[in-house]
């Protein structure tokens, strides 16, 4: 049973480039979050997908745009690129139905903005 | 002042030792808690999770919460160099009728050999 994937691993931009990054959920899982964790911090909110629509959002600027396809894999795309947005980027995906949806991760993609 | 307080370490024990780590919340809605272990380069692994105040016990782990004071705990029992990560604790509650998760900032675990 594969786990949640993310690729690219690493990622190398320079300011105002854009980036798009991919996840594939868990087997089974039908939603998709996306986090930021930069250096020493814990995984800070972005965004979250369900039924291919944006159901939730953390408090981060308009640059930060996604899109859930039917077969509930993920993209997060980040425009006009920032130093700041060098960062740890994890997908993480649950199942809807479950009372606590339990998030399980991949291991990330690491973006560095020079 | 963060909804979720953790300190940040780093903690460094012996091997065999027990370890506690901890984390303070203001929020009164938060109805889950959750221990996430994280190795460097990798994503966030759920170790243990918890709805009520009480113990559980899972192995050499035990989570303890206590939401009369906003206050949680992992204890990790005969701890192993293996367990040298970064310990997460991560909080739920419902926003807007979705399940809202919040981080601690994470404790750096180092048991030493």
């Known amino acids: 049973d594969a786990g949640v994937t993310q690729s690219p691993t690493h990622l190398i931009k320079t300011r105002g480039q854009q980036v798009t990054l991919r996840c594939s959920p868990k087997s089974g899982h039908d939603t998709v979050s996306w986090y930021q964790q930069a250096l020493g911090q814990g995984p800070q909110f972005i965004f979250q997908?369900?039924?291919?629509?944006?159901?939730q959002r953390g408090n981060f600027p308009d640059r930060f745009s996604g899109h859930q396809f039917p077969n509930y894999s993920s993209e997060l795309n980040v425009n006009a690129l920032l130093l700041g947005d060098s960062a740890l980027y994890l997908c993480?995906?649950?199942?809807?139905?479950?009372?606590?949806?339990?998030?399980?991760f991949g291991s990330g993609t690491q973006l560095s903005v020079l | 002042q963060k909804e979720v307080e953790q300190d940040p370490g780093p903690l460094s024990v012996p091997e065999g030792a027990i370890v506690s780590l901890n984390c303070t919340y203001s929020?009164?809605?938060?109805?889950?808690f959750m221990w996430y272990r994280q190795y460097s380069r990798k994503g966030p692994e759920l170790l243990m999770y918890t709805y009520s105040s009480g113990n559980k016990e899972d192995g050499r782990f035990t989570a303890q919460v206590d939401k009369s004071s906003k206050y949680i705990s992992l204890f990790i029992r005969d701890s192993q160099p293996s367990d040298s990560a970064t310990y997460l604790c991560?909080?739920?509650?419902?926003?807007?009728?979705?399940?809202?998760?919040?981080f601690g900032t994470g404790t750096k675990l180092q048991v030493i050999p």
């Open positions: 997908y369900y039924e291919e629509e944006e159901r």
């Open positions: 991560a909080m739920s509650s419902y926003s807007g009728g979705y399940q809202k998760v919040t």
């Open positions: 993480a995906s649950s199942f809807e139905g479950t009372t606590n949806e339990k998030l399980f």
């Open positions: 929020n009164s809605a938060f109805q889950y």
